[in-house]
């Protein structure tokens, strides 16, 4: 009688095992520390855009085109207040202009993915998932695509989930709590939280000196002029940073 031995591989086969392992995955795990500070972000979209009388359909609307928090609470307040839809276009597209930096820096890794790849991952590109997305693809690991999909996925689903709640919970707190206060306050702890530079503090003392001399100007003209100070501001020191290193 013999006695055949041999090794056991239980999880080869098993697609849960695959799936909790799959590249995808460890992509939307990757996500859940940067949702602790996202998710509060995005009530504070739905909570704004029920303070100035805009639909949930239009918070999440807004949501998926701009995917930008900043730059889509800043569209909410301006057009809650009248302003015109060419202002608010060019305030969005001014403060989403560091984008175009992170898309030309991850850029060499999508060369050569299908178009309908490169449209799904620019659509959920921001800071985030370019951070978690750039790691993946300088590892050694593999499944860049993969991964970055499933941050992307991950990071959009929570962000309009927490839209709609913030846009039910402002429906039903009373005016007395006084929830305008919240978007300020979350905006300067977000702003002490990147002022940790040379290069951050010049770029925050530009854009906040000129919103405060140009804040008399009509349809919040001195958003746009701060914000395009400090983008210029900022795109010059980054050109002076890079040839120094050259």
């Known amino acids: 009688m013999t ?27 990757a996500m859940l520390p940067w949702l602790v500070g996202i998710a509060p972000l995005g009530m504070i979209v739905g909570t704004t855009a029920t303070a100035n009388d805009l639909s949930i359909a ?44 992170l898309g030309s820096s991850i850029a060499p890794h999508w060369s050569g993915t299908p178009v309908r790849f490169r449209l799904a991952a ?30 992307g ?7 309009h989930l927490a839209i709609v709640a913030g846009a039910v919970l402002g429906a039903i707190v009373p005016a007395s709590v006084h ?3 919240v978007l300020p306050l ?8 990147r002022l940790r530079t040379s290069s951050m503090l010049i770029v925050g003392a530009v854009g906040g000196t000129v919103a405060y001399f140009t804040r008399g100007l009509p349809m919040n003209g001195g958003v746009l002029l701060a914000t395009l100070s400090a983008v210029v501001v900022g795109v010059a ?10």
Not at 129 to 142: H, L, N, Q, V
Not at 153 to 159: F, K, M, T
Not at 186 to 193: G, N, R, T
């Open 122 to 151: 620019s659509a959920v590109l921001i800071d985030p998932t370019f951070i978690e997305g750039d790691r993946r693809y300088r590892s050694s690991r593999g499944g860049g695509h993969a991964y970055y999909l499933g941050a």
């Open 58 to 101: 239009v918070a999440l609307v807004s949501g998926m085109l701009i995917f930008n928090g900043p730059a889509q609470l800043t569209a909410l307040e301006l057009l809650g207040e009248g302003v015109g839809i060419a202002a608010v276009v060019a305030t969005v597209l001014l403060m989403s202009a560091h984008l175009l930096i």
């Open 153 to 159: 996925a991950a990071l959009a689903i929570a962000w």
């Open 237 to 246: 020191i980054g050109g002076a940073v890079e040839r120094s290193n050259l």
């Open 186 to 193: 979350f905006l300067l702890a977000e702003l002490v939280q």
């Open 179 to 181: 929830l305008e206060w």
């Open 3 to 29: 006695i055949e031995l041999t090794t056991a591989r239980p999880d080869a086969d098993d697609p849960t095992r695959s799936w909790h392992d799959s590249a995808a995955w460890q992509g939307a795990r």
